[in-house]
């Protein structure tokens, strides 16, 4: 499978001291193998994306975005099954070719707005300290987060974001820095 992971352009980006230490936190625990996952908050057009973008510039490591906006269901993340020649197969998606890239940088964008709110069910093992990994039926194979691997997830929280959803406390529970 050929990497189609890019290292994104380095931009000026401002950022708080606050936050700016939050970063170095996570950079220190993902170069020493550490799990590392980091929630963003934040209102409409605080550049909450440009900086998972600009994090992953500054540590020179490749990025990609999942918009969580389109998962309909729990599986649709991995991939999806098609029928080619009269047979069914297994064309992995973007998301389990970036767990699979050392020191990726994982932006789960707009995590609250699932089309299906049981679609994140299936990255809780993925996210999870203990196991970083996951089994794919239709690989047969369990899949394993690798090192270096960090997980962003930005979300807009409030009445007046339509289509959202308060966040799983077992899936925020997976996100160790917070960031505002």
């Keep these: 499978m050929e990497n189609i992971l890019i ?13 700016r230490e939050r970063i170095q936190l996570a950079k220190k625990r993902s170069d020493a193998g550490k ?31 999942i918009p969580v906006g389109g ?9 999806r099954v098609d029928l080619e020649d009269g047979a069914t197969v ?10 699979q890239t050392p020191n990726a940088v994982i932006h789960l964008e707009e995590i609250n707005r699932p089309e299906n709110d049981k679609a994140l ?6 996210l999870d300290d203990t196991s970083r ?6 690989l047969q194979e369990l899949i394993h987060v690798a090192p270096g691997v960090t997980f962003f997830a930005s979300l807009n929280e409030g009445f007046e974001f339509i289509g959202t959803m308060p966040l799983d406390v077992a899936l925020k529970n997976r996100f160790a820095i917070k960031i505002e």
């Design 133 to 138: 990994s996951i089994w794919i039926d239709e």
């Design 71 to 79: 998962l309909d269901s729990a599986n649709s993340i991995f991939g």
């Design 121 to 126: 069910n299936a990255i809780f093992g993925v």
């Design 7 to 19: 290292i994104p352009e380095k931009k000026p980006y401002v950022i708080s001291s606050t936050n």
């Design 90 to 99: 297994f064309r992995p998606g973007l998301f389990l070719q970036a767990i």
């Design 35 to 65: 799990q590392t996952n980091i929630l963003i908050k934040g209102a409409t057009g605080t550049g909450k994306s440009e900086m998972v973008a600009q994090v992953a510039a500054n540590w020179n490591r490749p990025f990609c975005i």
